[in-house]
């Protein structure tokens, strides 16, 4: 039933200690999205991939990046987590079509809170 | 001109009763409203969305009017219950492609009291 999936749900991590979480999607979406949701805010956008393309959001910082390696799964790694870089991190897919076409759903996954120590 | 605005920041309804939230926009591109629900914990939810074709939709307790001409959409729950207390998002988005990036209101937390 799950459509879009991440893993871990919690994840514990060090200052400074490489993290990855990941994502996997049974939709066949083109387009993949990381969001970052700190407490009692709106999600925020990371960046995303239109099928292979990879579009960094201008304020995301050096620290955070990521891998789609097929079509299914995306990967969120944050080299260096400071303690600013708790938070939710949610993963959504579309089907989004051409450039100047119209737009579709976008759907989230579950999150998974990560927890900087 | 990318923003969405949404009001109030903070709800508090009796049971049974309808919740209002209101929400604008500036770009007149934009060609899909979406609204989500989150509850604490969770990943946002679809809850009901529009195109600006229509000037309302309407699954179960859930309305969505639209004003093309005012720049704003609303988000209706009727009747509502203790369990739809969780915070509530509209966004907006404009075509396909990477123009297709949601813009997210600032949320709504929705407190439906028994």
């Known amino acids: 039933d799950a459509m879009v999936i991440q893993n871990p749900r919690y994840q514990v991590t060090q200052f400074g200690k490489p993290v990855t979480l990941s994502c996997s999607q049974t939709?066949?979406?083109?387009?993949m999205y990381w969001y970052q949701q700190k407490s009692s805010q709106a999600p925020k956008l990371l960046f995303h991939?239109?099928?292979?393309?990879?579009?960094n959001e201008a304020d995301t910082p050096d620290n955070f990046q990521s891998r789609r390696p097929n079509t299914s799964f995306c990967f969120l790694d944050i080299r260096s987590p400071g303690l600013g870089d708790a938070a939710m991190y949610l993963c959504?897919?579309?089907?989004?079509?051409?450039?100047?076409?119209?737009?579709?759903?976008?759907?989230f996954g579950p999150g998974t809170r990560l927890t900087v120590t | 001109q990318q923003q969405v605005k949404q009001s109030p920041q903070s709800l508090i309804v009796q049971k049974g009763g309808i919740s209002i939230i209101n929400c604008a926009y500036e770009?007149?591109?934009?060609?899909?409203f979406p609204w989500y629900q989150q509850f604490p914990g969770k990943g946002p939810a679809l809850l009901i969305a529009?195109?600006?074709?229509?000037s309302e939709k309407k699954e179960g307790r859930f309305t969505i009017s639209f004003n093309k001409s005012a720049k704003q959409f609303s988000l209706h729950i009727m009747d509502s219950q203790p369990g739809d207390s969780a915070t509530y998002f509209c966004?907006?988005?404009?075509?396909?492609?990477?123009?297709?990036?949601?813009?997210f209101g600032k949320g709504t937390k929705l407190s439906v009291k028994p």
């Open positions: 959504a897919t579309s089907r989004a079509g051409l450039a100047g076409g119209i737009s579709y759903e976008q759907y």
């Open positions: 939709l066949n979406h083109n387009v």
């Open positions: 991939y239109y099928d292979k393309d990879f579009n």
């Open positions: 770009n007149t591109a934009f060609d899909y």
């Open positions: 529009i195109r600006p074709d229509v």
């Open positions: 966004a907006a988005s404009r075509g396909g492609g990477s123009q297709g990036n949601l813009i």
